[in-house]
């Protein structure tokens, strides 16, 4: 009872707040719309997938079944075996094309790896011009292979006033027959694979170059090293990987060289330049003995895969250690 005579209303006491409503959980994409956008992309996929699979998939397979056959065109493949592969790898003729491409393979791997490695430290940077000088580079790269062997059977001609004879005779050395002598052609096919892969690899060095910190450069110019020593302990370091990746597409590319060796010397001169492809190319096609033929390339499918997946592992080891 209060002073004015009135009695207070109890208060009733607050309700307990009741369960928060659950949001609304987001909705799941519908599983017919997911299979539309997989059968979307399979779609767009279907005509290359098509063209590797005809063009490509299906003669390896029938390459593969060829090679343990000896090949009768329209008489039926006689069964041999592996006397395929063992002609292939006691031939001398195949032995000798063996030891040439792997000679031309590390040749041509050692030196465009150098000489684009060179390159890329050259035209890094972001001067004016640079791009013009970078295009103008990179040109023997997306030049027709068959318009490079001209231009570079030109500049080999053998007489005294041929360019590259000229240039040697400057600096008093005398002139060469280049491709047309044995001691000297496998040499000179290998400057033109040198030549013509050096630039591919200075653009993915350049793409790698753009990726270092700067400020490893700036720390190790105030603690005084010279560059030489920059590029050795921050440079190279930085670019493993992609020296990794090259190393790997140059050798491989090494190992299947075959349209600059058939232009410029078609294996000759005496079977100096004779490396793996063009033999299996003239065992093949022009003594039809697609058997062996059919040997020899997969012997060098599997060459390559095992380059490819040695790279890989050691570079996996490589990580692994230094990351522990």
């Given at each position: 009872m209060?002073?004015?005579?009135?009695?207070?209303?109890?208060?009733?006491?607050?309700?307990?707040?009741?369960?928060?409503?659950?949001?609304?959980?987001?909705?799941?994409?519908?599983?017919?719309?997911?299979?539309?956008?997989?059968?979307?992309?399979?779609?767009?996929?279907?005509?290359?997938l098509l063209i590797f699979t005809v063009f490509k998939f299906v003669p390896m397979g029938r390459a593969f079944d060829m090679s343990f056959h000896e090949?009768?065109?329209y008489l039926g493949d006689l069964w041999v075996g592996m006397d395929n592969y063992t002609r292939v790898l006691t031939d001398e003729a195949f032995s000798s094309a063996i030891v040439r491409t792997v000679v031309l393979?590390?040749?041509?791997?050692?030196?465009?790896?150098?000489?684009?490695?060179?390159?890329?430290?050259?035209?890094?940077?972001?001067?004016?011009?640079?791009?013009?000088?970078r295009t103008a580079v990179f040109l023997p790269t997306i030049v027709a292979m068959a318009v490079v062997a001209e231009v570079w059977r030109i500049l080999y001609y053998p007489g005294p006033d041929g360019t590259v004879n000229s240039v040697l005779g400057w600096v008093g050395l005398g002139p060469s027959q280049f491709l047309n002598d044995e001691d000297t052609s496998l040499w000179s096919v290998m400057s033109v694979g040198v030549w013509r892969g050096a630039p591919y690899d200075m653009m993915i060095f350049l793409a790698g170059l753009s990726g270092v910190d700067r400020t490893l450069y700036e720390a190790s110019s105030v603690d005084g090293a010279s560059i030489p020593r920059r590029i050795w302990h921050v440079t190279l370091p930085a670019l493993r990987p992609v020296f990794a990746i090259l190393f790997t597409l140059a050798a491989i590319r090494g190992l299947r060289v075959f349209t600059e060796i058939f232009l410029l010397?078609?294996?000759?001169?005496?079977?100096?330049?004779?490396?793996?492809?063009?033999?299996?190319?003239?065992?093949?096609?022009?003594?039809?003995?697609?058997?062996?033929?059919?040997?020899?390339?997969?012997?060098?499918?599997?060459?390559?895969?095992?380059?490819?997946?040695?790279?890989?592992?050691?570079?996996?080891?490589?990580?692994?250690?230094?990351?522990?």
């Open positions: 209060g002073a004015t005579g009135t009695r207070a209303e109890p208060v009733p006491p607050t309700a307990p707040p009741g369960p928060v409503a659950d949001r609304p959980r987001p909705r799941r994409r519908p599983q017919r719309t997911r299979w539309r956008g997989a059968g979307t992309a399979w779609l767009f996929l279907a005509p290359a090949v009768r065109p393979a590390v040749g041509q791997t050692g030196g465009s790896l150098v000489l684009g490695f060179g390159l890329a430290l050259l035209l890094e940077g972001t001067a004016k011009h640079l791009w013009f000088v010397t078609n294996g000759g001169p005496n079977g100096s330049t004779e490396v793996l492809m063009t033999l299996i190319y003239k065992v093949g096609l022009e003594r039809h003995d697609l058997g062996v033929a059919s040997a020899g390339s997969v012997l060098l499918l599997l060459a390559t895969v095992v380059l490819t997946l040695a790279v890989r592992f050691a570079r996996r080891g490589r990580d692994s250690k230094a990351a522990s």
